[in-house]
Structure formats: structure tokens, C-alpha cells
């Protein structure tokens, strides 16, 4: 669900090893492509892309079968919102069984009349960030409504939110 997000080049430049999963091999390729950067690919149940000289680690197939880590950070900036509320609490358990306890983690989520229209992006209820992983707080949130999708914006959307939340560290 990593995409092919400049995020991943960012977290790394900060020297964080990056690991993602992406079901998409196409995107996984393009990643690396778009980026200049070599790779090899080491075939598992997981098609492993590495970067040969880099910390970015790409697992291609289905995130609810990755079993990898224990992680010590998770961020999330789409992946959370882009499931439908069924699968949700499946994600976030999976996501921590994949990490350790005190794991940093940085969601960001959106927050909008669902009722003017539906996601993905869906609306988070803060309720269901802190059910879903319990040690997230509120950071941070700005209007984000000149970024909605145009069908929110067509459907008379006023307002929307962008919501970044931080695990409290113990």
C-alpha cells in the first residue's frame, strides 16, 4: 500500500531503513525507475525489491499476509483511509502485530462530512484512530479542503480536514 510515494525517499534521506509493501509490482518497479535508484528483486512468497545501495526495502503482494519485522516505526499516510470501514480494524491490528511495543508511528488521516460524499478517502472518526491504535494523539490538523477529491468538492463538500496523529512515547 507503500505506492510509489516520494515519502519513501524522504523517511530514508532521514536515515530510516524503509520497508514498505505494495501489491501493485508495477508501482514497486516505477518506485525504483522514477527514482534513479538500483535494485535487485529476490523472489519468496513476497517479491523482495531492494535497493542496492540505499536502506528502501519494497515487498510486492498482499499486506495482510506480509509477516516481516518486528518494525520499530509505522507511518501511514493513505493507506488507513483508503480502506473501506469493513477492512480497517483488520489493517490496524495486522499493522501492530507488526511492530514493536513502543513503535514510533505517524498516521495522518482526513476528517469531512462523509453525508455531502463518500471516500476513499474515507473520514476518520477520531474515535476509531484511538480505538484503532491506542497510543495515537491528535497532533496536528489543518484545512485541507482546496486538496479534496473534485467529486467531494462537485457533491458541495465545505470542509475537510487533514488530522496528523503521533503514538505517545513511553
Not at 9 to 22: A, H, K, P
Not at 45 to 70: M, N, Q, V, W
Not at 109 to 118: A, F, I, P
Amino acid at each position: 500500500m507503500c505506492g510509489k510515494t516520494p515519502d519513501l525517499l524522504w523517511l530514508e534521506e532521514r536515515g530510516n531503513e524503509v520497508v514498505g509493501v505494495e501489491l501493485s509490482e508495477i508501482a514497486v518497479a516505477a518506485f525504483f525507475e522514477e527514482n534513479d535508484i538500483e535494485y535487485e528483486a529476490i523472489d519468496g512468497e513476497f517479491r523482495h525489491y531492494r535497493a542496492t545501495d540505499r536502506s528502501i526495502s519494497l515487498y510486492c503482494g498482499d499486506y495482510f499476509k506480509f509477516r516481516e519485522g518486528p518494525f520499530d516505526a509505522h507511518y501511514d499516510r493513505g493507506a488507513f483511509v483508503a480502506m473501506s470501514p469493513d477492512l480497517r480494524p483488520y489493517y490496524a491490528k495486522h499493522t501492530a502485530s507488526l511492530l514493536t511495543k513502543d513503535a514510533a508511528q505517524l498516521v495522518i488521516t482526513v476528517e469531512y462530512d462523509q453525508s455531502v460524499c463518500d471516500g476513499p478517502p474515507y473520514s476518520i472518526d477520531p474515535a476509531e484512530a484511538t480505538t484503532s491504535w491506542p497510543r495515537l494523539r491528535r497532533h496536528a490538523w489543518v484545512d485541507d479542503t482546496g486538496n479534496a477529491p473534485p467529486k467531494f468538492l462537485e457533491a458541495g463538500l465545505e470542509k475537510m480536514h487533514e488530522v496528523v496523529w503521533l503514538a505517545d512515547q513511553d
